[in-house]
């Protein structure tokens, strides 16, 4: 699955062609949904030998799949609250992808868990660490990672200078793994191009197709052009997250899944705010939280607080980022302020819900339903434990098909960039001297596309003005920007600044100041003219003011509200329209 195979493109031409293709054919399955779910049916589907497209109303992974904490773990809490399948399997999912399926994607991270109590803590947090170190093991797979290890507070004040002395009297340190979320997705989505899928973004589904009571297809709207297409399947897969429901309703609700939106916001502060060789992870009243290593950077989150406002662009408030400031300076011997922060973003968790009216303690666990005959539903779940989903999602697809379809492979697929990934990190050196980049340069974008290195060796080498680095965004190269657009479905500004890099998040000026430049290198890729060039840097400016704004507020409302000010760059379907369509989706 290196670039020298071929791996399949995800630009403009292959956009145009995917939706030819969709419309031209009967497939076995349309899938609904980009972010990492929807991508990951699609590819299971795609290795089992079936016809598959998927259509994406925004960018691939711009919802809850860009917004996580971007780790990769079994999850501790669930541990504490006996769910010990589900921590089993999220641990197996673990060890997969860091060893066979996306080892250029998802790699070990350490944390440090403070102790504050004296006698029974310790303990207490080795005892469940041992377990979840155990249970990694309990598939017969390697963890991946190392095991824990006991220190004192002098010990942990090595590993954690920053950390108050008197705030803790020891502490654990575990490993578990991390992931760029959004590049995960995106780099799933080309996996599955590559075996036979075809794939749009800015294509929205708008209704269903039904032949009486079964669903037959999914009517779609090109949100560029504003064509309307019809995409005929045997079997649809809804895999939406926090907007199941709103599908659901159209099927008359039987056999419900109901999905409660949780927000969780993050922070992101530059390292040098906090001193540490280690991530961190702390208790709260309600969850956890967690200080992760980031780059040059620290992500700290999470807040899990009930959602029931703009699902598509949820806002973090000043409640919330002082929320998160206050319990990590509970911690600290130094305190972050707000002028600390360099980025902030929320996303929303769907998680079925329960008895319970706090969305801390509903269920992570996911569900599959097959409502109406042609139309299969997946929520829940966690990101750690999509490639399940899709499993379990595609294995319901079977039973909806009138032929025998193979068992999921996909635990054996690595994903695009993968193959040979180890072998060109140990040539790194030899690399940076034949590409006259310097080895750190290297070591980025060995990270970032694995063995497609050589794809974005070839812009450079065509033209060696993009082996300059941005200006205000020294981390990432022009060429970088070019091939989000060449290869990696960037469709607009917004796309590339925020999920094909984390520009938006990790500078101070959230990308502001390279959008005019970033913008000017993907207008020859995508046919921008001056003009459409000019109302994409406004567009992204109006969104991070926007942002920034919804941030000073005191409320979820007031942010809302502040955060809806900003257009969207990509036309939604006229209400008059979506309004004639029987079965149509709002």
Known sequence: ?????????LGPAERTAALARMEAQELDVVVIGGGVVGAGVALDAATRGLSVGLVEARDFASGTSSRSSKLIHGGLRYLEQLNFDLVREALRERSLLLKRIAPHLVRPVPFLFPLTHAGWERPYV???????????LSFGLTRGVPGHRHLTRRQALRVAPSLRRSAFTGAVQYWDA?????????TTLRTAATYGAHVASRAQAVGFLREGERVTGVRVCDLETGAELDVRARQVVNATGVWTDDIQHLVGGRGQIHVRASKGIHLVVPRDRIHSLSGLIMRTEKSVLFVIPWGRHWIIGTTDTRWNLDKAHPAASRADIDYLLDRVNALLSVPLTRDDVEGVYAGLRPLLAGESEETSK?????????????LVMVAGGKFTTYRVMAADAVDAVAHGLDQRVPPSCTDQVPLAGA???QALWNSRH????SSGLHVA?????????GSLIDEVLAIIERDPSLGRPLDGADDHLRAEIVYAATHEGARHLNDTLTRRTRISIETFHRGTAVAQEAAELMAGPLGWDADQVKREVEYYTKRIEAERASQ??????????????APEIVPVAPPRDLAKAPGTIR
């Open 1 to 9: 699955m290196t670039a020298r195979m071929g791996t399949a493109r």
């Open 126 to 136: 080795g005892a469940g660490l041992a377990l979840y170190d155990t249970l990694g």
């Open 178 to 186: 991390q992931v760029d979320d959004a590049r995960f997705v995106m």
């Open 362 to 374: 509903l269920s992570r666990e996911h569900v599959v339903t097959h409502p109406v005959p042609g």
């Open 419 to 421: 193959e040979g990934y």
């Open 430 to 433: 030899r690399m940076a001297r």
């Open 441 to 449: 340069r290297i070591e980025h974008l060995l990270e970032r596309y």
């Open 552 to 565: 000073e507020q005191d409320t979820d409302q007031e942010a809302d509200a502040i955060r809806l000010g």
